[in-house]
């Protein structure tokens, strides 16, 4: 009886990571949408090539080498060994703890799930670039960069803690980082901040005497779709950061997640709304969706 629920928690720990990792990658939809809605109608196809493609890029830089950079060392194609690996040790572990001791309430899940949620992760840090240089780069260019801050940079800085190997300065100030606000979003900020700086401002959003254009969104029903996508897919992103449901106390945890992501986007959204009436006099959808 014991190793049937040991088992069981195996599988919906597991289902549970693949859940929340559809979720996220759903994400990458919303990125597509907000992006695509919000830069002129000239731009919009390579726009939705840009997000695409940056998936898949994301996803195969991770796989090669990414993966294992952030939590065992990299070679060439070392995810599919890491995980591999990671799979037959869970699988022998949850077999053993099953007949010795049951169930413990800790969280233990498929390494392949693990992957898989950490790599929609990779993809959403890249695509907080795409939304920043957006109608100022060229293609092969971001993704040329994408192939460094997937397959290097972000694997690195990420192993400095969800990978254990904390440099100096970080060990010593206890960092952690519970869903990624500062692995994922401070990460993807800062390359989009050092992109914005090297490009420049979009061309005709000056005037040659520093008056501000406002340059409006080509199709913003698809930018609130995006939006709503996004939304939806903070619950993955957050919910599954709790890494376990399938005992009371993770599922509780899960829930109050849930509860609280759903709070925090709501707040953000009125706040906006009343920043954008006090300082234009009118509400902004713009500001409301971003």
Not at 47 to 72: E, P, R, S, W
Not at 238 to 253: D, F
Not at 266 to 282: D, E, P, R
Request: hydrophobic share 55%.
């Amino acid at each position: 009886m014991e190793n049937n629920i040991f088992e069981l928690k195996y599988a919906m720990d597991t289902f549970y990571f693949l859940v929340c990792g559809a979720l996220v990658m759903w994400m990458a939809a919303g990125f597509a949408m907000l992006e695509a809605g919000l830069v002129r109608s000239k731009n919009t196809t390579e726009i939705l090539l840009k997000n695409v493609a940056l998936f898949a890029v994301a996803c195969t830089m991770y796989l090669v080498c990414g993966y294992h950079f952030m939590y065992d060392g990299g070679i060439f194609l070392s995810g599919v060994t890491t995980v591999a690996q990671m799979d037959d040790a869970a699988i022998a572990q949850v077999l053993a703890d099953s007949a010795e001791a049951g169930f413990d309430g800790d969280s233990v899940y498929s390494g392949a799930s693990d992957f898989f949620f950490q790599v929609v992760f990779v993809a959403t840090a890249m695509s907080i670039v795409s939304g920043a240089v957006a109608e100022r780069m060229k293609l092969w260019a971001f993704l040329a960069f994408a192939v460094f801050m997937t397959g290097f940079i972000y694997p690195i800085e990420g192993g400095w803690t969800w990978g254990g190997k904390a440099v100096p300065f970080i060990g010593e100030l206890s960092y952690s980082d519970y869903a990624g606000s500062g692995i994922v979003h401070m990460a993807g900020a800062t390359a989009a901040l050092a992109g914005v700086l090297l490009l420049g401002a979009r061309k005709g959003k000056y005037g040659a005497e520093g008056q501000i254009n406002a340059i409006p969104g080509a199709n913003l029903p698809l930018a609130t779709l995006g939006t709503f996508i996004l939304w939806m897919g903070w619950f993955g992103f957050n919910g599954g950061s709790v890494l376990a449901t399938a005992s009371v106390e993770s599922a509780n945890a899960v829930a109050i997640v849930f509860m609280n992501t759903n709070a925090a986007a709501a707040g953000g959204l009125i706040a906006a709304l009343i920043v954008a009436k006090l300082m234009f006099g009118k509400a902004d959808l713009t500001m409301a969706l971003n």
